[in-house]
Nanobody, 120 residues
Framework: QVQLVESGGGLVQAGGSLRLSCAAS????????MAWYRQAPGKQRELVAT???????NEADSVKGRFTISRDNAENTMYLQMNTLKPEDTADYYC??????????????WGKGTLVTVSS
C-alpha cells in the first residue's frame, strides 16, 4: 500500500509564501511522475504543476513564475514553493503520483489534501 501525505498548508496574507510537501511512504519500486492539483470551493480540481522522475517540470499559466515544483527522489518527497500568493490561490492542494508497485504495475495515488488560504 502507498500513502501520500501533504503538509505545509495554512493561512497567509496576499504576497506571502508557503512551501507544501508531499511525502510518499509504503511498499513500492519507484515513483514516476508527480503532480500538484488544487480545488477551490465550488470549482473543479485543476492541475497546478507536474514533475517527472528526471526533474522536468511544467506549471500552469496561472502560477508560472510564482510557484516552483521540485522533488527529492531519495526521500520520496515532492515540494511546491509558492511565492507571491494571491487570494485566488486559496484552495485545497492535492498531491498526485504515478507509482510502480511491487507487482510491476503503475498506479495513481492521491493524498488527502492540505488547505491553503490566502487573505487579502
Amino acid at each position: 500500500q502507498v500513502q501520500l501525505v501533504e503538509s505545509g498548508g495554512g493561512l497567509v496574507q496576499a504576497g506571502g509564501s508557503l512551501r507544501l510537501s508531499c511525502a510518499a511512504s509504503g511498499s513500492f519500486v519507484n515513483i514516476n511522475a508527480m503532480a500538484w492539483y488544487r480545488q477551490a470551493p465550488g470549482k473543479q480540481r485543476e492541475l497546478v504543476a507536474t514533475i517527472t522522475s528526471g526533474g522536468t517540470t511544467n506549471e500552469a499559466d496561472s502560477v508560472k513564475g510564482r510557484f516552483t515544483i521540485s522533488r527529492d527522489n531519495a526521500e520520496n518527497t515532492m515540494y511546491l514553493q509558492m511565492n507571491t500568493l494571491k487570494p485566488e490561490d486559496t484552495a485545497d492542494y492535492y498531491c498526485n503520483a504515478a507509482v510502480r508497485t511491487r507487482d510491476n504495475r503503475v498506479r495513481v495515488y492521491w493524498g488527502k489534501g492540505t488547505l491553503v488560504t490566502v487573505s487579502s
